[in-house]
């Protein structure tokens, strides 16, 4: 349609123009333009008289039943039924064909147990990841985390506290079960994070724990007894995130650990400090600031010789780059690494003249929960991921009869309730609006999915396209038509909360079709059985690229 009306606007006036079509009231029309708005000015004529001409044009295609000019110079469009039903059979485009990209998200930290910010992340990212892929992309899907750090030899303090001695064989007592070794790796953090914090022995303990984990890496020690625990529960905690996303039902990312990324990031503060991209100060690695950009002074090497987060997120950056080759690479975290991450960025570029282009940093808010209470690791009173996953089974059970039925939607419930919100803005999660049949919700969607399924199994008639249409079913294939927008938009602006509200409106037309025109029985049968055959196939492919099962019963 686009293309339509910027030929027309090409014939008359010679002008090179985008033409954007919005979605009036069904009274207007189903398509409306201000083109002719937009070219007033550099013609130096009256808009109204453009648009008559532009119109005047138009008429002559046999996809327009009507165009007629608005107001000041708008000009609405009404396609033909025949026009409307092949808009509602158009798929979103490829644009991305050919394009490498690197999703980076979820992102948990080794010797922790996931929460619910990575459960938010983790469902956001993969979402995301559908729809770039949806669009003709390879996407090479990663994760990026602390297999090193003061947070390691805390956690590592706490194991040899907790087994009372230095012994490898006493893992074995944790047992074999992926959660159930992350839930006493955690354990063991949360006793050393307390430790650290009220005894100055066991804090330095830890700091020199810290030094010697760094040398489990540089001298390949996999043989003295504490890095055997080091490497067996590192291990456990990668196989608990391979559980975990199992249980998720998206798709695997590789991870690339702290530990492996620190080497290539320090090959890069070597070569920049020669080039003087990195300055020494007071022993440390730093790169200096830029007022005028708002970029503060952050440290690459401390002055204990070691590499900081901002050095791994370099490497991190360089392997991703040497091991796919990317156009695009999406980072998300929190909020709260917004910051942080502009410079990481605006060091990067410096090191590596745009490369800032072809990066694009995502920040996802706060999952708050009734008793606004702010959650720590370190205190241990995180929300878990796997808890809130159980709470909300709990209230599935109560909606479903079905047991085969409750891991689909309690899944399509949680991953629903983070997309539908703008990502960047905090999440408000209540169990009973989230597990629900009323409202916008995943259950909701995934119940009109099967209750139309129910309608096409019980009718006889085989399904046949319409030559023409009444107004109630003009509405719902007019509804229909706006998916392939709706998706090639959430795409382009990497936004799923749109095709969230777009299966939540489509299911509310369909209920209004449903009301007013009889389908099982009735003379067009044929006809408006076909119209929900559309309707199902829409409802199925939004509800995939979210990552949801479709039910055909609930």
Sequence with gaps: MNKRVASAVKELFDQDVEVVLTRPEAQ?????????????????????EVAEEIVETLRGSDEFAEVAVAGPGFINIRLTDMALLNEAKREPGKPYTGVSYVMEYSCPNAFKELHTGHLYQTFAGDILAKLVENAGATVHRTSFGGDVGLHVAKCLWGMVAELGEISPEKLNTVGDDAFARARWISNCYVKGAGAYEESDEAKQEIDELNKTIYGFHNDDDHDSPLAQIYWQTRQWSFDYFDAFYEQLQVDSLRYYPESATAPTGMEVVKAQLEKGNLKESEGAVVFEGDEEKHLHTRVFVTSKGLPTYETKDIGVIWQEQADYNFDKRILITGNDQKEYMRVVFAAADTFQPGIAETMTHLTNGTVKFGDGKKMSSRLGNVTRAVDVLEVVREKTRELVQDEALVEPVALGAIKYVFAKYRLGGDIAFNVDDTVTLNG???????YAHARACSIHDKASATPTQPETL??????????????????????????????????????QEFNRFYEKSRIVGDVREAERLYLVEQYIGTLADGLRLLGIHAPEKL
């Design 28 to 48: 207007f029309g189903d398509y409306a333009t201000n083109v002719a708005m937009q070219l007033a000015k550099p013609l130096g004529r009256n808009p109204r």
């Design 440 to 446: 916008n919700s995943g259950p909701y969607i995934q």
């Design 470 to 507: 009444d107004e109630n079913e003009r509405a719902l294939v007019r509804k229909l038509g706006e998916y392939a927008g709706v998706v090639e938009a959430a795409t382009r602006e990497l936004m799923s909360h749109l095709i969230c509200t777009y299966l939540y409106e489509l299911a």
